[in-house]
């Protein structure tokens, strides 16, 4: 696992990460969110030894990652895709890793086809995309088949095959009892993906806990937590049974009498089985019956309104700026 106690880091008279403490535990997937400039990149270069702390210490499997005698054994880390020597090929580059931490030749096949590079591993890494880049970087840090692995960013560059590929590589892994450490600004992504999130901002930790915790404390429309969407014909009718029995409707309903068109509405405090089974003790056919709950954006959105070092202002009206005939 990964433990940081107390972890500060300063530059100058720049706090980078503000007195840190958490634990990353093995078997699920732990993601790490933040504004830009929140500390993430910091956090993960103070994990692996990259920057020293101004105070506090961090620990990988019990050791300072500096005291690891062979560290690709025990920690696999993507920080920089593009960080490979370009004029060096693929294998190449995974050749002199695995030669410097004692890790079988053999392993660099293995890990090149686990990522999809066998047939460009004599390429040179310079002429390599983005998102090969990506893949590269991954086959390094799996190589010496580690119990731990951090990676900052692994999605940028992949196209919708290779987002699916390594979200089901990091699921994997975890479910194979490896701790596992993902930094993302995909919201989407670390929805499916992860299964506990470490959220910073400003350098300060201000959630850790589970993805149902994180979505469960905040509130979506008009203060749920969950609520359900429904369509019907006979709208104002159904949203007054809701209000008889306890639920409440937070979205305007067209007030045009019983025989109105079809119209929808949002219910609070029933959940989608109970607005059903009332619909059809009424005879109130549905059209639509959908479960609703606050996504892992608006939650993280919630979380870090106060911690965005850079916003930008709205705009005004989308042709600002332009001539006008």
Same mark, same amino acid.
């Given at each position: 696992?990964?433990?940081?106690?107390?972890?500060?880091?300063?530059?100058?008279?720049?706090?980078?990460v503000d007195d840190?403490?958490?634990?990353?535990?093995?078997?699920?997937?732990?993601?790490?969110?933040?504004?830009?400039?929140?500390?993430?990149?910091?956090?993960?270069?103070?994990?692996?030894?990259?920057?020293?702390?101004?105070?506090?210490?961090?620990?990988?499997?019990?050791?300072?990652?500096?005291?690891?005698?062979?560290?690709?054994?025990?920690?696999?880390?993507?920080?920089?895709?593009?960080?490979?020597?370009?004029?060096?090929?693929?294998?190449?580059?995974?050749?002199?890793?695995?030669?410097?931490?004692?890790?079988?030749?053999?392993?660099?096949?293995?890990?090149?086809?686990?990522?999809?590079?066998?047939?460009?591993?004599?390429?040179?890494?310079?002429?390599?995309?983005?998102?090969?880049?990506?893949?590269?970087?991954?086959?390094?840090?799996?190589?010496?088949?580690?119990?731990?692995?951090?990676?900052?960013?692994?999605?940028?560059?992949?196209?919708?095959?290779?987002?699916?590929?390594?979200?089901?590589?990091?699921?994997?892994?975890?479910?194979?009892?490896?701790?596992?450490?993902?930094?993302?600004?995909?919201?989407? %992504?670390? &929805?499916?993906?992860?299964?506990? $999130?470490?959220?910073?901002?400003? *350098? @300060?930790?201000?959630? +850790?806990? =589970?993805?149902?915790?994180?979505?469960?404390?905040?509130?979506?429309?008009?203060?749920a937590r969950v609520?359900?969407?429904?369509?019907?014909?006979?709208?104002?009718?159904?949203?007054?049974?809701?209000?008889?029995?306890?639920?409440?409707?937070?979205?305007?309903?067209?007030?045009?009498?019983?025989?109105?068109? %079809?119209? &929808?509405?949002?219910?609070?405090? $029933?959940?989608?089985?109970?607005? *059903? @089974?009332?619909?059809? +003790?009424? =005879?109130?056919?549905?059209?639509?019956?959908?479960?609703?709950?606050?996504?892992?954006?608006?939650?993280?959105?919630?979380?870090?309104?106060?911690?965005?070092?850079?916003?930008?202002?709205?705009?005004?009206?989308?042709?600002?700026?332009?001539?006008?005939?």
């Open positions: 696992m990964i433990q940081a106690d107390r972890l500060t880091k300063r530059y100058g008279p720049t706090v980078a840190v403490s958490f634990t990353v535990q093995p078997g699920r997937v732990t993601g790490f969110l933040g504004p830009n400039g929140a500390g993430k990149s910091t956090t993960m270069r103070l994990i692996l030894g990259l920057d020293s702390p101004t105070s506090g210490k961090v620990w990988v499997n019990g050791h300072p990652y500096c005291e690891l005698a062979a560290p690709l054994h025990e920690v696999g880390a993507l920080l920089d895709a593009k960080s490979a020597d370009g004029g060096r090929s693929a294998a190449n580059h995974l050749l002199w890793l695995a030669d410097s931490n004692g890790i079988a030749r053999g392993r660099v096949g293995e890990v090149l086809d686990t990522v999809g590079l066998t047939d460009v591993a004599g390429r040179r890494v310079g002429t390599f995309s983005l998102g090969m880049s990506q893949r590269l970087g991954i086959a390094a840090a799996l190589l010496g088949d580690p119990e731990t692995l951090i990676f900052d960013e692994p999605i940028n560059g992949l196209d919708p095959d290779g987002i699916l590929w390594i979200r089901n590589l990091m699921r994997s892994l975890a479910a194979d009892g490896r701790t596992v450490f993902v930094s993302s600004h995909l919201m989407s %992504e670390m &929805a499916v993906t992860a299964e506990h $999130l470490i959220v910073i901002g400003r *350098g @300060r930790i201000i959630a +850790d806990a =589970s993805m149902d915790e994180i979505l469960g404390r905040n509130k979506g429309a008009a203060g609520w359900v969407r429904v369509e019907v014909g006979r709208a104002p009718e159904l949203a007054r049974l809701v209000g008889r029995v306890g639920g409440r409707v937070i979205d305007r309903v067209h007030d045009a009498g019983e025989d109105a068109g %079809e119209d &929808a509405f949002e219910v609070a405090g $029933l959940d989608s089985t109970a607005v *059903g @089974r009332l619909a059809l +003790d009424n =005879s109130i056919a549905l059209i639509e019956l959908t479960p609703q709950g606050v996504s892992l954006e608006e939650a993280f959105l919630e979380l870090t309104h106060d911690e965005t070092e850079y916003s930008s202002a709205p705009s005004e009206f989308a042709g600002a700026g332009r001539s006008q005939t």
